[in-house]
DNA sequence: CAAAATTAATCAAACGATTGATTAGTGCAA
DNA sequence: TTGCACTAATCAATCGTTTGATTAATTTTG
């Protein structure tokens, strides 16, 4: 029925999301997704209409979980520091265990042309970048944050170093002497580690009060 | 003769760099390359071999060009901060200028297949990554930096961020407000305001003696 | 309710275009 | 003339997409 219907849809940009992330938009080819998602190949364009179609769904889906959960922090009623370590906690949580979305955004940004594309990955990461930068420049302005901290670049920072840790694994792997696809190193060591890396260097960037009793 | 075919090799390896860069391994074609580069399409097979052997014709041209600098500075005697903002200063000064080059790094370390281009690819990187490595754990050695200061995260944080400047053009556009391809707005105002921005944040989070007059 | 009509879902097959690679042959310099 | 640099033509393979036909499900009709 309707639910199976979306059942398939949802299995086919699963399948996709996996073979994007693992291959990019060139290297995956549509006969690979439909073979390994278990659907004829024109089940794609008919319900996606075409490669980009079925790209851009991919992405789509994924919108909306990752809107939500920063607006909601933004909105409580607690101070800037707090509200960008809340920010920090999700998107350790989120982002390290299922990676390969976070790659895919990734690789594709850095494609020069293929503007139609690029340009809506681009709107949709931007949304989550405003929400970040809200918060520094509320931090900024009431006085917890330096007068002269440079929030464009801090973002900067928050999204590189997580993006350098998932987005190249071999580097990381040598890095810090573990397989990052471990996942019991990822949950136990590495999430926890990360976390108190980030909200350290932040702090002693950003926050004016520094009280030595930390 | 000789020096002609080296030239026109060169010239070939110039153009692909490009096209690699901008639309990725799978993305580029031999055609378009060879058409950008004014030779005939066998050319390339004739000079490379193959299309990957073109790719990695392209890597091992640069290799020896990212060693030297970060080891000259890494045996001055300059204490660990010092050496530090060096590497900084000359990273920035490399690397936002000529950008695409890092873009394919980059993009195509995040691929999960093509595991023998990606594994040459990662022990090029590792060499700069130890590089710093090294200046870190020298600081934390001898008191200068914290005891405490998360060496390997350090390093992602300063891959990274520069990274995410460099590799989403369009996020940093409009983070920034201005055309990242603008030569002049690079020169004048990006890297100093990148070299500045990363050596405050660098600061606050390593150095030990922290002291007021800055 | 049951038969007919309509729509949605799925399939194998084939499309033209493009891919990386190779061939056979040309021209030139030593 | 022999060997090298180079080209035009062509190769099989694969690409994303479209097609026409078939089955399954739903709606309409008598």
Redesign the pocket.
């Known amino acids: ?2 639910k ?2 979306i059942d ?1 849809k949802d299995h086919i940009l699963d399948v996709a999301e996996r073979v994007f992330s693992d291959l990019g ?2 290297g ?5 997704i ?1 073979g390994e998602a ?10 996606f ?6 790209f851009l769904a991919v992405f789509e889906r994924k919108i909306s979980s990752f809107q939500a959960l920063l607006q909601n922090i933004g909105n409580e009623s607690i101070d800037a520091w707090d509200k960008l370590a809340k920010c920090i906690d999700n998107y350790v949580d989120r982002i390290i265990v299922n990676n390969c979305f976070q790659k895919l955004i990734n690789r594709e940004l850095s494609m020069s042309k293929r503007s139609e594309l690029s340009d809506k990955i681009t709107e949709m990461v931007m949304i989550n970048v405003w929400e970040i930068a809200k918060i520094l420049e509320e931090g900024v302005k009431n006085g917890q944050f330096f007068k002269d901290v440079d929030v464009q670049l801090a973002i900067a920072t928050i999204f590189g170093t997580k993006n350098y840790i998932i987005n190249a694994p071999n580097i990381s792997s040598t890095l810090l002497g573990h397989d990052i696809k471990d996942e019991k190193y990822l949950e136990e060591r590495l999430k926890p580690r990360v976390k108190t890396y980030m909200k350290r260097l932040l702090k002693a960037y950003l926050v004016n009060d520094n009280d030595n009793t930390k």
């Open positions: 029925m309707d199976d219907k398939k938009f060139d995956a080819s549509t006969r690979m439909s278990g659907v004829n190949m024109a089940m794609l364009n008919y319900y209409g075409s490669k980009e179609g079925l």
